[in-house]
């Protein structure tokens, strides 16, 4: 098993540029996540879902849009990106949200 | 709002000695989970606990969560380089089905 794969592991965008952040797992998991990881706020949600087709909010949603058409995929698309949104992206899945997430290596993100 | 607080945030110790590093909360958590992150890797789970009062033990590491279930403890025993890392703690809330992360402890132990 792979576990959870994203893909690029880096990227640079310039202010306004859009792009998406490829994320899969192999474990046949409900429950996908997005999180961001700034330095000194640990990690905060940005999107999840609990199944197929399902998709909510996390706790810094705005700026960003997921979707979630098969079990194994879970896209986190930067709409327009901007300085602020430089930080190390996190996907994760699980059986459960309150139970063992398992993360991807990261993307890391810089917006000029 | 922070809910979990870590403390502290950073440490950076010789290797052989021992180190408790903490996750305090003013609020209840069904379980709590603690996580090592290593430099350009995602966070790995070392320990899930789920009942007030309970101990964990992984090798040289201790988990301790309180009897109130509102704070757990980390101990190492004789550090290695090895245990060098973000120490992550999350917080399971039934009240609203989330987790709740702190911030982390990073720790660096040096030969």
Same mark, same amino acid.
């Given at each position: 098993?792979?576990?959870?794969?994203?893909?690029?592991?880096?990227?640079?965008?310039?202010?306004?540029?859009?792009?998406?952040?490829?994320?899969?797992?192999?474990?046949?998991?409900?429950?996908?996540?997005?999180?961001?990881?700034?330095?000194?706020?640990?990690?905060?949600?940005?999107?999840?879902?609990?199944?197929?087709?399902?998709?909510?909010?996390?706790?810094?949603?705005?700026?960003?849009?997921?979707?979630?058409?098969?079990?194994?995929?879970?896209?986190?698309?930067?709409?327009?990106?901007?300085?602020?949104?430089?930080?190390?992206?996190?996907?994760?899945?699980?059986?459960?949200?309150?139970?063992?997430?398992?993360?991807?290596?990261?993307?890391?993100?810089?917006?000029? | 709002?922070?809910?979990?607080?870590?403390?502290?945030?950073?440490?950076?110790?010789?290797?052989?000695?021992? @180190? &408790?590093?903490?996750?305090?909360?003013?609020?209840?958590? $069904? #379980? /709590?989970?603690?996580?090592?992150?290593? *430099? =350009?890797?995602?966070?790995?789970?070392?320990?899930?606990?789920?009942?007030?009062?309970?101990?964990?033990?992984?090798?040289? @590491? &201790?988990?301790?969560?309180?009897?109130?279930?509102?704070? $757990? #403890? /980390?101990?190492?025993?004789?550090?290695? *380089? =090895?245990?060098?890392?973000?120490?992550?703690?999350?917080?399971?809330?039934?009240?609203?089905?989330?987790?709740?992360?702190?911030?982390?402890?990073?720790?660096?132990?040096?030969?």
């Amino acid at each position: 098993n792979a576990g959870v794969t994203q893909t690029p592991k880096f990227q640079v965008l310039k202010t306004g540029q859009s792009m998406t952040l490829q994320c899969a797992q192999d474990m046949n998991h409900e429950y996908m996540s997005w999180y961001r990881q700034d330095p000194g706020m640990g990690l905060r949600l940005i999107h999840y879902s609990v199944g197929a087709g399902i998709t909510d909010q996390g706790e810094v949603p705005n700026g960003y849009n997921v979707s979630r058409s098969t079990t194994e995929d879970f896209p986190l698309r930067l709409l327009s990106a901007a300085p602020s949104q430089t930080s190390v992206y996190f996907c994760a899945s699980s059986y459960s949200i309150l139970r063992e997430q398992y993360f991807g290596p990261g993307t890391r993100l810089t917006v000029t | 709002t922070q809910l979990l607080e870590q403390s502290p945030q950073f440490l950076s110790i010789q290797e052989g000695e021992n @180190l &408790t590093v903490y996750c305090n909360s003013s609020s209840v958590f $069904s #379980s /709590l989970q603690w996580y090592r992150q290593e *430099p =350009g890797e995602g966070p790995v789970l070392l320990v899930t606990v789920v009942t007030g009062g309970e101990v964990k033990k992984l090798k040289r @590491l &201790t988990f301790q969560f309180g009897d109130a279930r509102k704070d $757990s #403890s /980390l101990h190492i025993t004789a550090a290695q *380089p =090895g245990d060098t890392g973000l120490y992550l703690c999350a917080g399971a809330m039934d009240s609203n089905y989330q987790l709740i992360w702190g911030a982390g402890t990073k720790l660096i132990i040096k030969p």
